[in-house]
């Protein structure tokens, strides 16, 4: 990392975007949820906040290219917002194991009746946390490579490829969400919600390619 730009990128971009961070989760989680059970309205709060980050970081390429900018390998901005999706993803992942069961295990796996052996979850509730835990994964491989060291030592085309796949992530993070909809029979209005958000990312894509092509022509 340049560590000139540290401190500017540490006001301008860290600190707003951290108490905004916080703020959107307290807010669902303290308004919008009707529920005792603080862990999972922490859990609600950090996985729409996440994602709704997550639409924005993925929207800020198109935003530039319908300007007419070239896109840059990173950017700061881009990246630090990034970062504060992956942390918030990560942070969901820790509250959510802790809502449903007692023991993360449980998540995955469960007891095969009659034998004290365990099996793979085979049901939507286990599918969802398989689906939930690979996002968390790439989210983590993300967080982790967002940094000027690992641009350097992995090479700009390495580590470009690696970050797309936050397109993965965030088809992986839907699929999650979808599944728990169903699996908690959440309200129509949450449900709108994650359509919206997939929605905007679609339309975004789709204003990319068409804005990129046309630029090629």
Known sequence: MNLSRLPRRLLVHHLPIAVLTVAACWIVSRFLLDSPDAKFRW?????????????????????????????????????????????????HVAVGWQVHMGHMWLYFFKAREGAEAWTLRDDLFGWANYVGLAAGMIALVLLVTSNDVSIRS????VWKNLQRTAYLLILLTFAHGLMFQVIE???????????????????????????????TT
């Open 43 to 91: 859990s609600m709060g950090t996985a729409y906040v996440a994602t709704a980050e997550m639409a924005f970081v993925l929207s800020i390429g198109t935003w530039n290219l319908l300007r007419g900018r070239t896109n840059p390998v990173s950017s700061d901005f881009r990246r630090d917002l990034a970062i504060w999706a992956g942390l918030t993803c990560l942070v």
């Open 154 to 157: 992995l090479g700009r085309g």
């Open 185 to 215: 029979k959440r309200e129509w209005a949450w449900i709108a919600v994650l359509s919206v958000m997939l929605g905007w990312i679609l339309a975004a894509q789709s204003a990319g390619v068409t804005a990129r092509r046309a630029k």
